[in-house]
């Protein structure tokens, strides 16, 4: 995960007034995807995570 700018490849979405650009190959393959944020005692990350299974920090 990382932050740019969307290319004619991606398909942009809006949650919650946040913006994401997601490659249309994967948005075809993967319907439901989680984006959780986890905030700990020395880390802040990202979660992506597959309904179904999988994930990446």
């Known amino acids: 995960m990382s932050l740019d700018e ?3 490849t ?3 979405k809006e ?3 946040i913006k994401f650009a997601v490659d ?3 948005d075809e ?3 439901e995807v989680i984006v959780d ?3 700990g005692w020395f880390s ?3 979660i ?4 179904y299974g999988g994930s990446c920090h």
């Open 6 to 8: 969307a290319k004619n």
């Open 10 to 12: 991606d398909v942009v």
């Open 15 to 17: 949650v919650e007034g």
């Open 24 to 26: 249309k190959s994967l």
């Open 29 to 31: 393959q993967y319907k």
């Open 37 to 39: 944020y986890a905030k």
């Open 44 to 46: 802040k990350q990202f």
């Open 48 to 51: 992506v995570s597959l309904k």
